[in-house]
């Protein structure tokens, strides 16, 4: 399609000698478009030019050669340079290339660069909490994009699968194991053996002498240890599973802690010949004071063993010779936002390529406040996520059994309406706010939600199916798509592309989620205005053929948040 802006910036670099992609950093949209289809605000340029944003909007629509074919005029608005498009040439550039691309907004901007993203990642024989939920979803968005514009991408669930923790639950379960159906419930069983050895571990100095034995001993592949281990870990992601499936989630890696078990003493030598590594209490540290960062980072504990912190540190060494990454992303709760400082500036430490220690990226979000009752997280009370979504699946069953009780496929609708609603959730602010979960919000289908962009999406599909063939580009009028309504959805389609790159720019999904409710929106208010299926020839073509380019965009926007879309609801 043409790049309405990219032209825009490269006639006023023509009249003004300045650089034209940083021009068209600056070109914005206009919420109103009253205003222009694009706006160059002039006082980015008042100091360079040494003149009133005023003056110079002037002399730059004095001088400036617009394309008639794309520019329809160019006015000034105070400091302002106020760009109206085409009508006609927008509704052909949009029309066209729906017509002739079936994956509308692919890109291949991302080809060559290598894309990591470190998500979901809970821990086993624990619950995979509200957080990892989010996590999981949010990574998995972002996934999708970066691999919609030609990224090569890996996804890796850094399992939390190794620490002392172990060692305690190995001694938990030489005690009790007995006692606990860790088949049948393996999280809960679980947790509940680890609460009962911690409480003991406080009583009994030998036992936790026992437990730190047992990690020691998991360490050196002690055979009985190993195995324990291992069956924890089978149990726990045989349950994780459950969550997964239901949200369709994919990691190309699961390399989890554990996997850096062998890797650790390479990142201590490299720290050790740095003269960073000091001892503090018994500990091994590196002092980041320097770096505005006040608490140390700890490398080796007092009792001599390994920590998260050194794990990620073997796991960007890993990642860098691996992947060869240009960023790596972390989807982490922002709880973790000082581990992740530490973590990047000692990986400063390790010899590391400039471009993979620039790479590093913490993409935190807030927290997530499930609903009281049954769902809340009282203590020793294990909020089961599958459960969560399980509930939002019977909800949505119930919606859609009162709204339309004849549907085909009602299960599967069900589930893809109290899924997608959950998801679109997590999705519909910005990721650094908190969130509060609330059915009625998240399965509103009138309100800003995933259900809403599903039922949008049907109801385009029902307007298709009641048109019959679908028009073909030739045979559409584009003076007949030149309506303000129209044009709203039409510059809203033109968007897409660059709203794909916004997400990546700021790790943001929320800029798609909002977009597909505007799209949404704007489709409304169209059907609204305008009657689609009428007599006229023309107009009908015309208004069918942009009905059906909305729910491509719907359709192909919510499969990159990784929402399914319903055929009939
Ligand atoms: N397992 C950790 C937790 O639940 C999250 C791991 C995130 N990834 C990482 N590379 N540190 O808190």
Redesign the pocket.
């Known amino acids: 399609m043409i790049q309405f802006k990219t032209k825009i910036a490269e006639e006023i670099s023509n009249v003004t000698n300045i650089n034209k992609e940083e021009l068209e950093g600056y070109i914005e949209m206009p919420k109103d478009s009253k205003n222009g289809d694009y706006a160059f605000p002039c006082f980015r340029l008042a100091k360079e030019l040494k003149k009133a944003p005023p003056m110079i909007a002037n002399e730059i629509k004095e001088k400036i050669k617009i394309d008639e074919e794309l520019i329809e005029k160019v006015e000034v608005a105070g400091g302002y340079l106020n760009f109206y498009i085409k009508k006609e040439k927008l509704v052909n550039e949009v029309l066209k290339e729906m017509e002739s691309s079936k994956e509308y907004g692919k890109m291949n901007i991302g080809n060559g660069k290598n894309i990591v993203i470190?998500y979901s990642?809970?821990?086993i024989a624990k619950p995979f909490h509200i957080g990892?939920l989010r996590s999981t979803v949010i990574g998995a968005a972002l996934y999708k994009i970066y691999k919609y514009l030609g990224y090569n991408v890996t996804g890796i669930n850094?399992?939390?699968d190794y620490g002392t923790q172990f060692g305690k639950l190995i001694e938990g379960y030489k005690l009790w194991g007995n006692e606990y159906n860790i088949e049948e419930n393996p999280i809960e069983e679980l947790t509940k053996i680890y609460i009962r050895i911690n409480n003991l571990c406080k009583e009994d100095e030998k036992v936790l002498e026992a437990c730190r034995n047992n990690f020691k001993k998991l360490e050196d592949k002690d055979p009985y240890c190993v195995k324990l281990w291992e069956e924890f870990r089978k149990l726990s992601l045989k349950e994780f599973q459950k969550v997964y499936d239901l949200l369709g989630s994919e990691f190309d890696s699961w390399n989890g802690e554990a996997f850096y078990s062998d890797k650790m003493p390479e990142v201590i030598e490299k720290l050790e010949k740095t003269g960073r590594l000091v001892e503090s209490q018994g500990a091994k540290v590196i002092d980041l004071s320097d770096k505005g960062i006040d608490t140390p980072c700890i490398i080796i504990k007092s009792n001599g063993s390994t920590t998260?912190a050194t794990r990620?540190l073997a796991?960007i060494l890993y990642r860098a010779r691996n992947y060869d990454f240009d960023k790596a992303l972390?989807v982490?709760?922002y709880e973790?936002t000082l581990?992740f400082k530490q973590v990047f500036e000692v990986a400063k430490l390790l010899g590391l390529d400039e471009k993979y220690t620039k790479g590093l990226e913490h993409v935190s979000f807030g927290m997530v406040q499930l609903p009281e009752g049954k769902m809340s997280t009282r203590e020793g009370n294990v909020v089961k996520l599958d459960d969560l979504l399980k509930e939002s699946i019977d909800r949505a069953r119930k919606i859609i059994e009162e709204k339309n009780p004849d549907l085909e496929n009602k299960e599967e609708t069900a589930k893809k309406v109290g899924v997608g609603a959950v998801i679109f959730n997590d999705l519909a602010n910005s990721r650094i706010k908190d969130e509060i979960f609330d059915w009625n919000t998240a399965l509103n289908f009138q309100g800003e939600t995933g259900p809403y962009i599903q039922y949008t999406y049907v109801r385009t599909k029902s307007i298709l199916e009641k048109a019959g063939k679908l028009p073909e580009f030739k045979d559409i009028n584009v003076e007949e798509l030149l309506d303000d309504y129209s044009q709203e959805v039409l510059k809203l389609l033109y968007n897409f592309d660059d709203i794909l790159i916004q997400v990546t720019k700021k790790e943001e999904p929320s800029i798609l989620s909002r977009y597909l409710i505007d799209l949404a929106k704007s489709f409304s208010s169209f059907y609204n205005e305008n009657k689609i299926i009428v007599e006229d020839k023309k107009v009908r073509n015309a208004r069918v053929f942009l009905t059906y380019c909305v729910g491509q965009v719907l359709k192909i926007g919510a499969s990159l948040l990784g929402i399914e879309m319903p055929e009939k609801m």
């Open positions: 470190d990642a809970p821990n990892h850094h399992l939390g998260y990620d796991a972390y982490v709760s973790q581990h």
